[in-house]
T-cell receptor
């Protein structure tokens, strides 16, 4: 079975500082990994994905994520946080080697960026 | 504009009264799915559909039905809603993808309360 852990319910960071939102995963085969963001009263929006290749993936709104196979992690990062980045962030995984197409989501991390 | 549209956005109903939440996408996507979002649990897949007339259970299908008579529509049916189905529901769609796994597009969500 595949699973995702987001160990922090909330991350607080000052505007202009770098931010990291942590994600670790477990799959039996090779993973597809995703980050989604949810703003209040909105659906989830795709940020970035890792399929294969370069371990550093760049996505929307200046976000990037680093895939680390040995640590089974896929942490979301941004060099300089904005107040408008405040939202709920979800990490998700899909096992490439099974027929299931379902994404398994983490429980979410609320990012709060203070002015 | 490419979008996934859910209706209604908010619904309060009583136990046992059948209801349908509609979902429509305008991107000609083959794959559609329903998720429920509960605090601390992230999103969990209820049902999915690989294409017209092809549906299958996700992780939490009990108490739900779906149909896929047309490519663009994927309604979620609660034949006899119960209070434990009070949740935030999301419809999602994506291309089936032959290489890699395309990102999913999400609707804005339906907040359902069963009293």
């Amino acid at each position: 079975a595949q699973s995702v852990a987001q160990p922090e319910d909330q991350v607080n960071v000052a505007e202009g500082n770098p931010l990291t939102v942590k994600c670790t995963y477990s799959v039996s085969g090779n993973p597809y990994l995703f980050w989604y963001v949810q703003y209040p009263n909105r659906g989830l929006q795709f940020l970035l994905k890792y399929i294969t290749g370069d371990n550093l993936v760049k996505g929307s709104y200046g976000f990037e994520a680093e895939f680390n196979k040995s640590q089974t992690s896929f942490h979301l990062k941004k060099p300089s946080a904005l107040v408008s980045d405040s939202a709920l962030y979800f990490c998700a995984v899909r096992d490439m080697d099974t027929g299931r197409r379902a994404l398994t989501f983490g429980s979410g991390t609320r990012l709060q960026v203070q002015p | 504009e490419a979008q996934v549209t859910q209706n209604p956005r908010y619904l309060i109903t009583v136990t046992g009264k059948k209801l349908t939440v509609t979902c429509s996408q305008n991107m000609n996507h083959e794959y559609m799915s329903w998720y429920r979002q509960d605090p601390g649990l992230g999103l969990r897949q209820i049902y999915y559909s690989m294409n017209v007339e092809v549906t299958d259970k996700g992780d939490v299908p009990e108490g739900y039905k779906v149909s896929r008579k047309e490519k663009r529509n994927f309604p979620l049916i609660l034949e006899s809603p119960s209070p434990n189905q009070t949740s935030l529901y999301f419809c999602a769609s994506s291309l089936s993808g032959t290489g890699g796994f395309p990102e999913a597009f999400f609707g804005q969500g339906t907040r359902l309360t069963v009293v």
